[in-house]
């Protein structure tokens, strides 16, 4: 399989905050969801796929180019959208198409012009007047029109409402039919990436704590209810996250199994959503 985007032992120092190490592989031709809390890395890491910060150590890789040495050879083939407005507030959106399409050596003003008819974006409006949600799309519009290989997604849809946010996970989702584009997304909202995501890497402390299929996490995991005095210091070592309260226990475990042999019906056991896996997780590790 090959990568999109390849992190080779990469370092990097931030005085409180330190990426150390990490190896991380992005598959070609798929969605990949990046999640963790806030102050996890997911930002940072971002900042170095694409050049924002430079590594202390380590190497990266971006469609198989080294990204310091390709430059903005790499850079052409990335569709990139921040987490805020980066576009001149008094420019119209089709200004904006005219001078970003400048920069891409692949720039389609037609499909620009499509897909902001899609997304209702006024050709003569100022991007100071647009939603957020517009604004969102008009970098969407961007990312999308110069026939990137890669889209990567920092928190796009944060702060949109439901509809918004749903035409986007649509729009993503059929992007990557072609199996030569690879989206990844970057996103504290795992019920968008539980939709549409092929894969999940969970980030924690500038450490990655999972990496694998989407299906293959929710097939895995479940949660497990029962009165507390089931429990004994084995079961226990079973479950990650653990909590205890007057009224039972609730935690998530990859041995679903061994607690319906012991137990039975004395517990309830039910899947286990993206947000509960991540939080569970990451409860059990500390």
Aim: glycine share 8%; proline share 2%.
């Amino acid at each position: 399989m090959t990568d999109a985007i390849e992190l080779i032992n990469v370092s990097k120092n931030l005085g409180d905050f330190r990426i150390d190490q990490m190896n991380l592989q992005i598959p070609k031709g798929y969605i990949t969801g990046f999640i963790g809390p806030n102050g996890a890395g997911k930002s940072t890491t971002i900042r170095l796929i694409m050049d924002l910060v430079k590594a202390d150590a380590g190497e990266i890789k971006i469609l198989g180019l080294d990204h310091q040495e390709a430059g903005k050879a790499a850079r052409d083939r990335i569709g990139f959208v921040y987490p805020e407005n980066v576009f001149y507030e008094n420019l119209t959106v089709e200004a904006i198409g005219k001078v970003v399409g400048g920069f891409y050596s692949k720039w389609d003003k037609g499909i620009f012009r499509q897909l902001c008819q899609d997304f209702s974006l006024p050709a003569k409006k100022k991007v100071k007047d647009l939603s957020t949600g517009m604004k969102v799309k008009l970098s969407l519009a961007v990312a999308l029109s110069h026939h990137a290989d890669l889209i990567i997604l920092d928190e796009p849809t944060s702060g949109l409402d439901p509809l918004v946010r749903s035409e986007i996970l649509d729009l993503l989702y059929d992007l990557i039919q072609d199996q030569n584009k690879t989206v990844f997304f970057s996103s504290h909202i795992t019920t968008d990436l539980e939709k549409i995501a092929d894969y999940v890497v969970l980030i924690q402390d500038g450490r990655i704590v999972m990496d694998e299929a989407k299906d293959d996490l929710l097939d895995r995991f479940r949660l497990v209810k029962g009165a507390t005095d089931l429990l004994d210091a084995d079961t226990r070592s079973l479950l990650a996250g653990l909590k205890e309260t007057s009224a039972g226990f609730v935690g998530l475990t990859q041995e679903a199994d061994t607690f319906c042999e012991l137990y039975g019906d004395k517990v309830l056991i039910e899947p286990a959503s993206l947000e509960e896996i991540m939080v569970y997780s990451l409860k059990g590790a500390h």
